[in-house]
């Protein structure tokens, strides 16, 4: 049986055929919808009369995006002296001298950061 899912408008359900009887099917059973932090979707599950829990990882997402906005001119110019690295086969080598100079093990290469 397909799913039913909240319409833009809050509290409106869309219905395919044959949800309604799933849906008082869950209603015995549903304690409670996790939800992403959108207010939109936390108020319509409210206004079906469903409890809405927040999503512990979508929160945990939205507080590390948070916190890397607060070192965004670090990163940049970390990512920039990585790009010089890398595209700079000489500058490159002398910094892979210099780590086993300094004796620092392992041998590692720079790597730029992964936006998701």
């Known amino acids: 049986?397909?799913?039913?899912?909240?319409?833009?408008?809050?509290?409106?359900?869309?219905w395919v055929s044959g949800t309604k009887v799933l849906l008082l099917y869950w209603e015995c059973k549903v304690v409670a919808f996790v939800t992403d932090s959108s207010p939109h979707v936390a108020a319509a599950v409210q206004l079906a009369g469903w409890r809405s829990l927040p999503c512990f990882a979508n929160m945990l997402n939205v507080m590390a995006q948070e916190a890397?906005?607060?070192?965004?001119?670090?990163?940049t110019k970390a990512r920039a002296a990585v790009e010089h690295f890398h595209a700079n086969v000489l500058a490159g080598d002398m910094l892979r001298s210099v780590q086993q100079q300094m004796s620092l093990l392992p041998d590692r290469d720079l790597l730029l950061d992964q936006g998701s």
């Open 68 to 75: 890397l906005k607060e070192i965004a001119d670090i990163r």
């Open 1 to 14: 049986m397909p799913l039913p899912y909240l319409s833009a408008e809050i509290g409106h359900f869309e």
